[in-house]
T-cell receptor, first 112, second 114 residues
């Protein structure tokens, strides 16, 4: 079953602009993870944020988590054409750590 | 870096054939997973394995079976392929320490069943 819901479903921006993607979920979580998938390839882990964390940075990526709203956002700053990909959030639910629950993804196009 | 290798990038099979999708990881991970990915449906878990010879059904196990005889290898078997099993299949692995560890994915196998 899908819990995470990303929005927007698709996003098109110019190189150098910032891209923000959001993820909402329904149940209590242990952590939330973001992954990137280039067209026709496997997923690559970007960042993991735990339920007791509010913000995390990794290079040009910034992730926030608001457990009261059951939502997370992924910000990519100074985007590049190489950032063009689909981005997925996945949650590890409290009480069942074994399976991740995946969203349907946001398709990001960064135009040169 | 962890490497998860799926044996084929593209595979074309006929309806009724028995299909084997192989996945090998080189980091001694206990947990391994098979997902399928379809447009509009996202990633759906088919089977996962906690360790050698251990397996558990995911959300959509019907029409599939798995084998984990060695720690590094996790095979997905389509006993009698059908057209509705045309999909992208993704293998993933992670260490035993539950879901606080990220998943490492292979490059995927795009399977077409004609």
């Amino acid at each position: 079953s899908q819990q995470g819901e990303e929005d927007p479903q698709a996003l098109s921006i110019q190189e150098g602009e910032n891209a923000t993607m959001n993820c909402s979920y329904k149940t209590s979580i242990n952590n939330l993870q973001w992954y990137r998938q280039n067209s026709g390839r496997g997923l690559v882990h970007l960042i993991l944020i735990r339920s007791n964390e509010r913000e995390k940075h990794s290079g040009r990526l910034r992730v926030t988590l608001d457990t009261s709203k059951k939502s997370s956002s992924l910000l990519i700053t100074a985007s590049r054409a190489a950032d063009t990909a689909s981005y997925f959030c996945a949650t590890a639910n409290a009480g069942n750590n074994r399976k991740l629950i995946w969203g349907l993804g946001t398709s990001l196009a960064v135009n040169p | 870096d962890v490497k998860v290798t799926q044996s084929s990038r593209y595979l074309v099979k006929r309806t009724g054939e028995k299909v084997f999708l192989e996945c090998v990881q080189d980091m001694d991970h206990e947990n391994m997973f098979w997902y399928r990915q379809d447009p509009g449906l996202g990633l759906r878990l088919i089977y996962f394995s906690y360790d050698v010879k251990m397996k558990e059904k995911g959300d959509i196990p019907e029409g599939y079976s798995v084998s984990r005889e060695k720690k590094e290898r996790f095979s997905l078997i389509l006993e009698s392929a059908s057209t509705n099993q045309t999909s992208m299949y993704l293998c993933a692995s992670r260490p035993y320490r539950a879901s606080n560890e990220k998943l490492f994915f292979g490059s995927g196998t795009q399977l077409s069943v004609l």
